[in-house]
């Protein structure tokens, strides 16, 4: 039996073992909010395990299980289908992690997890319908080539989408115009529009349709909504709503306080969720006392990108506190409070950036 | 007067400070050290304030101070003068230092501060002659577009070459062959070939060519070796030789510990100086008691590229600890115990690897 996945420190210090991820995987320098495209080495990335060596001319993508054909692709063969290119906001789980007391002891994300890159690939839809896909099939399970341990199962990363959710999904072959870089999925790796990113299985060789839901270590121990170790917990699926404010002026090197000289400012931003369009998006730039609304670009039918906004401020001499706070067409908006699980899994709680006027 | 660069802390735990940087910087994956070249994003990257927003319509590079004739030029210029290209391993001053006792406070690398790519654009010495230096010239200053504060001085980033240094030097449009990514430089950057980081100034808008040795922050405040805060110190130059181990098996995704399997496998690494090529890879796989010699891959005349090396190893079920120790042409070596100083800058004390075999 699997140890749970997620030990919670309340101490203060980040211990060697979660420094070691964050040198590794990195986030997104909130100043490239500022790109409507992400590019690679900007757009944050998690690795569970290694990149794996593969290379495009040994590798085939399977299709098998409850399939009336099983399928073997190769990257050739996957390039000739009909393509299509899609933005997609993409956020870790963990995103907000490090900043819960106590702390859930993984990745140590502050709030930087996430990334807007233009996906290219086929759609899985037309996998699937190649294959055939048999009337008893109730999820997809997809298989990359990273394999470690966790938690004591060593296992190759493995996730499931119900094939409702799998309808919509991309087997994703470039990003931003160009073959996926190594540490983005080469050469494929899913993209799953308005879920959270242990969804987007990279490296991906294998598609199997089973006909019971999946019980993998990712899905039934990892990645679940608890309370407690025991708690057997909610998965974790679409991306809650977050805006994301581009720091205004220059920072200080060690704190990254900001710095801005008085006078009328544009402060810039981005915001997502992953049940629908951000409707708004609210600002306050006095430490939660006041709030005011910001325009908000709208988001294009079809599109999963993020959505730019902007409010003027015009800051006084002296300290100020800036937070912003994204509510999407459904109502989900964003906590000023955040409520704390095992695995500081869904965190969206507000940003605040401090800011220096001089 | 500016404070001290370094403030030493001996406390365990990393600070939410450090992990601001740790989140936006990030180090290379070891299992990168796989790439001849590094790509963005694999490649590290320190950057001390924002990565500023430079369009390449609106830039320029000037060049003044002691030459006859001032130079302003477009992107478009520096792309017509005749190119070269140049493989050069480049490492971040301050990499190792979270592994030292006490823990210098800054960006709070392990050992990943490493990558090696294809650098291409125009020798500096090109535009010099094309400005013509004044025989009173001494140094060259290098200005990026980057600006902030550190430790109470505002600054755009600067730091200067002693002409002898520049001769050799690049300025780079270029990155593996394609623009320069936002992140290391866009448009241009310098690359000192065998100096650590902090000398290959991005976003570079400025030379001035000075007739006594540049004073400014980066020069004589940041990047000295010092015992003691009040210590002036020496000044951080070219690289310290290392070798590193590309972690061999497959990890766990929290300590990072490797697993393989019992039998004949083999080690492989990179190993690299910015004194000259490496002479010499020794290897351990038993925590130090016993050394054996790697194969050392030669370094090409001209190259400023990192050594592939490897070595086989017959692992047993049990605990190990592999490490590396590089020695160069000129017979500098690794320490196996580093000595401290102030800002944790130019540490190369040998990596060590946890590897179970079952």
Redesign the interface.
Known sequence: MPRPPAAAGD??????????????????????L??DVT?????Y?L?????P?VRADDWKLSVTGRVRTDLTLSLAQLQEMPAVTRHVVMECAGNGR?RLVPRP??Q???V??VGCAEWTGVPLRAVLEQAGVESTAVEAVFTGAD?????GV?QDYQRSLPLPVADDVLLAYAMNGRPL????GFPLRLVVPGWYGMSHVKWLCDITLTGTPFTGYQQSVAYRLRDRPEDPGEPVTRIAPRALII?PG???????TR?VRPGLTSLHGRAWSGHGPIARVEVSTDHGHTWRDAEVAPRPADSHAWQAWRITWDPTPGPHLLTARATDVHGHTQPLQQPWNQGGFANNSVQEVTVQCR
Chains 1, 2 share one sequence.
Not at 21 to 27: D, F, K, S, V, Y
Not at 181 to 184: A, D, L, N, S
Not at 250 to 256: C, I, V
């Open positions: 101490v203060d210090g980040i211990t060697l073992d979660e420094l070691a991820l964050a040198t590794r995987n990195h986030g997104q320098p909130l100043e490239a500022r790109y590019p690679p080495g900007l757009h990335v690795v569970h395990y290694d990149i060596d490090a002891i993984s140590p994300w502050l930087e997890a394999h470690g341990i966790e938690r060593e870089p190594p540490q983005h720091p220059f920072p200080d090197f060690m704190t990254r710095f």
